[in-house]
């Protein structure tokens, strides 16, 4: 029943795949350090740094100048997209911040993509090798999780770009933890494929943890956006005290920590429904199979915390007091549970769940 | 932008406290227990009590561990219990935490509601004196007079379905009401599911038993092994079914090496279902993600395992029990352990305590352990006691446990404890003349629940109506957009101002802007160029 020819083909595509994504991060790494120095030579002085907000060669001749004199800004209404349209200080179309074009960004974006078109056909062998979905034990939850980040920051890149945004400085936070979630996946977790156990063999183990996985790419995106926000933000600071910080200038290529925080911000936004159905498709699943459909079981519990955590990280957003930095936290909190979802729960504590498949 | 809010305020006002009454105090309190950073603290304290239930056993979830764990624990384990942390859930504190949690919500949500319920039955606010300030704002000089042009702003902003009002030499409008709505809808109908929720546990109750395969089960409270009523709970709401365990099949992986060699892969029972009496009999199917219904209750498969049949004959040599005996799993290979209680056998009554091998083999320390889940080589290992069960006292006991008070062990050559090993249809017999034991064959059992909410129907509405409430509140956007009109220097010319404030992130707002700027420019102004229109300051 299980074609194992498949199933090695998937093993091998998914080394495939990791050599791939090791070159791209690598790339995007270059492209980092690049238009950091470019940026950071740029604009060795203080002063210089309202550049960032407002801009000047730095941003593609496309886009509309806007107002100088525009006046202060009443309300978070400003946003990525009319920031896209000329707002900041963004490379956009493969314009460097020096003005240069960003080859090595383009580089590694054409890698990305063949690594996550040749890790989704590993993931489509695996599941067409045992006949069901490819997300039954952990090995499977960790391959095909990790696909689904590449797809969806792939189709990230593809939107946004269409819409004047250059997404690309997300790239080195989104392929090293695929790359890293990989690397776990073939080293500690790997598992034979083979059929469900019966409790999983169900048409909601599709909807269910298919959601669940959109949602925690969505997450995971997020939460390098919330990190690279704080680190940003302290830059910023220190910039603004007349301390121009000496390391990371990489990070100078990056959009300001606002921008980073709003970016964030949508993703959670759309992602935070996407958990919510995980999480009522997750209690109508329980009540299909174990006739009750909420117990608190462990993965039950560490479920309903992500949702609940996300749910303040959007109610901090709209409190005085608590947005920007503050939330920034709460969001990393909230993915800081997701991996314990995904990773302890699984593995460290028995449950109805528990059907990682490993030791 | 505070005027586009139906939120509660955080002003400066809750922190200064003037001259406080005890009424005063209480509603200082209350607007501090609604204010959305006690939400935000409870969320958070919410999301961290419920953390210990994860880690530690619970008796709600599984009894035989938290008992396990305060026999391991015995320092620690009863204060951990006293503090309600292996019953989390339950617990005072935590039922606290939600309790306030919803309080406060509604506390939150009802006067918002009013403000909102206000809000849709008004026109847009006034136009403020200076839209210069808002955060989106276009300027334009177009042809035209003012009427020409707020009659056209009046056309531009309807279209786009905006509500309107008349203000002077400006129109003022609104649009995304059902932001607020779909926010009020998410946030109340979590109220709703909670109420369903707690009263689907109080009318509720779950039972279960074990039914060896060629066994019935009739549906009433003395058959369940276990039962679990509601407070609300009336024995008369027991559905009238019965049924009978035809057959069970179980496979088990076989051809994956590794860790999945011997996993569970296909459980499935055939049962004759008799939903009343007088009903006509049905064969129905049972299967671990496909319960059967049976008069508002649910049947669910939720475990199985071995059941050997064993005729224990007594010192008179008269058969003093014959049955199967369900012996429950303690690992993936099923090797399982059970008690038989012979409380018949004369002139002492006799209990047996085994372990059940379906696959037997020996460990390399020469212990035998099962291997395999299936009964590819089924082996009973059996030891004996005699004496008083202990059964006659009236205080329940366990059937997968022996009362070793009042029993002694049967003993072989050399006073060593009587063990012996046996395969279907072998016999064995007791030292001393106490008896013998066969292993007639081997069964399989049904671990079923039975499970009646009958508010779950309404849990799963409060559940998808704040799915869609809160995908409302996120994505539609709420946006005020303001056009004036003001004659231009040069006769016939008009200067036009159109600005922009939305409630929260909105993307769109700029696009609006600027779309109903470029379409306030373009009919009047016939042939300008829309796309540089407008961009003028
Ligand atoms: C069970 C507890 C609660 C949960 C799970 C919850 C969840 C949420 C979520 C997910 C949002 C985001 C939707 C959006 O931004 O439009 C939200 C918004 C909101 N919540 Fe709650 N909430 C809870 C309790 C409360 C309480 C007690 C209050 C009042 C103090 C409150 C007031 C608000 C307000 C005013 C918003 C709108 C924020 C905005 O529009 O920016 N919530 N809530």
């Not at chain 1, 220190?238 to 925080?261: H, K, N, Q, W």
């Not at chain 2, 880690?55 to 009894?63: F, G, I, K």
């Not at chain 2, 090496?257 to 055939?270: S, V």
């Not at chain 2, 799963?460 to 003001?486: D, K, Y």
Request: hydrophobic share 45%; aromatic share 8%.
């Amino acid at each position: 029943m299980i074609d194992e020819t498949l199933a090695l083909y998937s093993d091998v595509l998914v080394y495939s795949a990791m050599a791939v994504y090791t070159l791209a991060f690598l790339a995007f790494t270059v492209d980092l350090s690049r238009q950091g120095r470019a940026v950071g030579g740029a604009r060795a002085s203080a002063a210089d740094r309202e550049s960032r907000l407002v801009p000047t060669a730095a941003s593609p001749a496309s886009a509309p100048a806007p107002s100088a004199s525009t006046p202060p800004v009443l309300g978070e209404s400003d946003s990525l997209i009319t920031a896209g349209e000329g707002g900041d200080g963004l490379a956009g179309d493969g314009v460097g911040a020096g003005g240069g074009p960003r080859r090595a960004a383009g580089v590694a974006v054409s890698l990305t993509r063949l690594a996550v078109a040749v890790h989704a056909a590993a993931v489509l062998l695996r599941g067409l090798s045992a006949g069901r979905a490819p997300w039954g034990n952990m090995y499977e939850f960790a391959v095909t999780g990790a696909a689904v980040v590449g797809v969806v920051f792939v189709a990230l890149l593809a939107v946004t770009s269409r819409r004047g945004l250059d997404l690309r400085y997300l790239g080195t936070f989104v392929v090293g933890p695929v790359l890293l979630t990989l690397g776990l996946a073939v080293s500690v977790l790997y598992t034979e494929s083979a059929r469900l156990v019966p409790a999983l063999d169900s048409y909601w183990l599709v909807i269910h943890v298919s959601v669940a996985f959109v949602s925690s790419a969505l997450f995971t995106i997020a939460f390098s956006a919330s990190v690279l926000q704080l680190v940003q933000g302290r830059r910023e600071a220190a910039v603004a005290a007349g301390r121009p910080p000496r390391r990371g200038a990489f990070m100078a290529a990056l959009p300001p920590s606002r921008e980073l925080d709003r970016a964030a911000y949508r993703l959670i936004a759309v992602s935070f429904p996407l958990w919510t159905f995980t999480l009522v498709a997750g209690a109508i699943w329980a009540e299909v199979a174990w006739g009750r459909y909420w117990g608190w079981d462990p993965k039950e519990v560490w479920t309903f915390i992500i949702w609940v955590v996300y749910a303040a990280y959007l109610h901090a957003r709209s409190t005085r007091g608590w947005e920007g930095n503050r939330a920034a936290y709460l969001a990393i909190a909230g993915y800081a549970c997701v991996l314990v979802n995904f990773g302890g729960v699984n593995v460290l504590v028995p449950g109805l769940h528990s059907y990682a498949g490993i030791g | 932008m505070a005027d586009l809010d139906t939120r509660p305020r955080e002003d400066a006002g809750d922190v200064r406290q003037p001259h406080l009454g005890p009424l005063g105090l209480a509603r200082f309190a209350w607007r501090q227990l609604t204010s959305m950073r006690t939400a935000l603290f409870l969320l958070l304290l919410l999301a961290v009590a419920a953390v210990p239930g994860s880690v530690l056993p619970q008796r709600d979830a599984d009894p035989a561990a938290a008992a396990r764990f305060l026999d391991e624990n015995p320092g620690t384990g009863p204060w951990l219990d006293r503090l309600g942390l292996l019953d989390v859930y339950a617990s005072p504190w935590f039922s606290a935490i939600y309790l306030l949690l919803f309080v406060s919500l509604v506390g939150c949500v009802l006067p918002r509601t009013r403000a909102h319920l206000a809000a849709l039955r008004s026109r847009p606010p006034r136009t403020p004196r200076r839209l210069e300030r808002m955060p989106e704002h276009r300027q334009d000089e177009v042809d035209g007079d003012v009427d020409q042009v707020l009659t056209a702003a009046r056309r531009v902003l309807r279209s786009r379905r905006f509500r309107l009002r008349d203000d002077g030499d400006a129109v003022s409008a609104e649009r995304g009401y059902l932001r607020e709505t779909g926010n009020l809808a998410f946030h109340l109908a979590l109220v709703g599911l909670l109420v369903a929720v707690a009263t689907g546990g109080l009318l509720g109750y779950r039972g279960q038993v074990v039914v060896p395969v060629g066994e019935g089960f009739a549906n009433s409270l003395s058959r369940y092994d276990t039962f679990d009523p509601g407070t609300w709970f009336d024995p008369v709401d027991l559905p009238p079914f019965r049924f009978t365990l035809d057959s069970l099949s179980v496979s088990f992986e076989e051809s994956a090496g590794g860790n999945q060699f011997g996993q569970p892969r296909d459980f499935e029972a055939q049962v004759t279902l008799v939903r009343a009496p007088g009903d006509a009999s049905e064969q129905v199917t049972l299967k671990v993600n496909e319960p059967i219904s049976a008069g508002g209750a649910h049947i669910y498969l939720a475990g199985n395992g071995y059941a050997p049949v064993i005729t224990v004959r007594d010192g008179n040599g008269d058969v003093a029990y014959s049955g199967p005996s369900v012996f429950l799993a303690q690992d993936n290979a099923y090797t399982s352990t059970g008690v038989v209680k012979v409380t018949g056998a004369r002139p002492e009554q006799i209990g047996l305590r085994g372990t059940f091998l379906p696959t037997a083999s020996a460990n390399p320390e020469g212990f035998p352990v099962s291997v395999f889940p299936d009964a590819r080589d089924p082996v009973l290992l059996l030891q004996a006691y005699t004496g008083d069960l202990g059964l006659d006292d009236g205080v329940p006991e366990s059937v997968f446990s022996l009362d070793l008070e009042g029993l002694t062990e049967v003993t072989g050559d050399g006073g060593r404890p009587w063990l012996t090993a046996l395969r279907p249809g072998q016999t064995a017999q007791m030292p001393d003349g106490a008896g013998s034991v066969t292993f007639e064959r081997v069964e399989r059992f049904a671990g079923l629940t039975v499970r009646s909410d009958p508010t779950k129907g309404a849990a799963l509405v409060f559940a998808v109506l704040a799915m869609l409430g809160l995908v409302a509140s996120l994505f539609v956007p709420r946006r005020r957009v303001w056009v004036r009109a003001v004659a231009g220097p040069a006769p016939g010319r008009t200067l036009v101002q159109v600005a922009g404030l939305a409630r929260g992130e909105d993307a769109g707002l700029a696009r609006e802007v600027e779309q109903v700027a470029a379409a306030l420019s373009a009919p009047l102004a016939a042939g300008a160029d829309v796309s540089t229109g407008g961009r003028e300051h």
